[in-house]
């Protein structure tokens, strides 16, 4: 039996535990959505206020050279690099991250156009699946988009295939895939292959250039803190540079810019991505919430992260057996950072859970989230959590007709 004090003797040990005090969280709650959105750091609130405070409000339009307000969605690219493994000049911020999908499925398909069929996950992002299509629909040439039971993948991959698109770690179940094998098994059919990290990035160790990943897009509002909608990332291996172009081309993407030339010339590197203004207040946000990295590597952040998971599923189980249904996989290679529970009450489960002080969410039909940062999460934060859980479940309370409410966002 898992106590208490077991837990606080974790934390004491914890090497991460002073993090905590960057985050701004609310008293007495534990916030278990960080997988949705993370919460604000200190210094991206003063890196935000500097941008809004000195760089806009007395720079003016100078500061688009003075404060290098046109370098950010590079120099951020850079700092978002390290994360996943990529060389500098090989990330850009910038977009969301549909958008910057739509970016890279487009310029994919023009470099394999004897080729007709691109793959993706059925259980993907809806986003995703959206997105392939619409670009598949629009390559200038008939293509099809297979959503395929992702295990089946092997059968499916032929001469036929330009791209396979995958989630790295299921937004459901938190299941995490084998990225090195999978890419491999693409480009041994001669494919292409693009990653969606957006479950991932800060969240488990990712290395683009030991897998060979083509190419890569995440967001950073979930594990890395970026804010609200926060500028998303987009990672083109070094050799594909130049070869993929921009479908959605823009001036600032152009190699001079204020020569206002009205032909499309793309500017070298990652900056051939870029389409519009950068969007300098999200970015700040982003540029304060990546301060944290400089003092944690991502490795520590794994291993924290695989015990507060590791812990939740054994208190679980422990105090409420067959209760629910674990979705996510037990083994720690194949395991994000959330843990995601089957049960047919969920939506009033997480509804109750939030009003008794733990934020988790739920996804259609039946699957209650928990996602795990371990930069401000504490082991008895998911004691309590757990605690929490158990009375939400032996008190029923979440059968009150105001649990049922369905909000817009779950
Ligand atoms: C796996 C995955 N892909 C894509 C998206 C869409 O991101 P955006 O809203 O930045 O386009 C999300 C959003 O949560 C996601 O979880």
Known sequence: MILRDDCAALDASDELSSVRDEFRLNEGEIYLDGNSLGPVTESTSRRVNEVINTEWAHGLVRSWNSAG????????????????GAQPGEVLVADTLTILLAKLIGGALDLRTDRHVVLTDVANFHSDIYIVEAMAARAGRPMTVKTIDRNTLNEELNEDVALVMLTHVDFRT??????????EKVHA???LMLWDFAHSAGAVPLDVTDCDVDFAAGCSYKYLNGGPGAPAFIYVRTKWQGALLNPLPGWLGHARPFDFELKYEPAKGMQAFVTSSPSMIALAALDGALDVWDRVTIEQVR??????????????????PGVFELLTPR???????QVALRHAEGYGIIQALIERGVVGDFRDPDICRFGFTPLYLRYI??????ERIVEVMSSEMF????????????
Do not use: C, Q, Y
């Open 69 to 84: 307000w046109m370098a950010e969605p590079t120099r951020l690219g850079d700092r978002v690099a390290t994360l996943i």
């Open 174 to 183: 938190g299941e995490m895939l084998d990225m090195k094998t999978i890419t």
């Open 189 to 191: 059919a001669g494919s």
């Open 303 to 320: 291993v924290k992260s695989l015990a507060l998971t590791d812990l939740f599923v054994a208190l679980i189980e422990d105090r409420l």
């Open 331 to 337: 083994e720690h290679a194949k395991r994000g950072s």
């Open 381 to 386: 934060d998911v004691f309590d959590a757990v």
């Open 399 to 410: 059968r009150d007709p105001r649990f049922t409410v369905r909000n817009a966002v779950t």
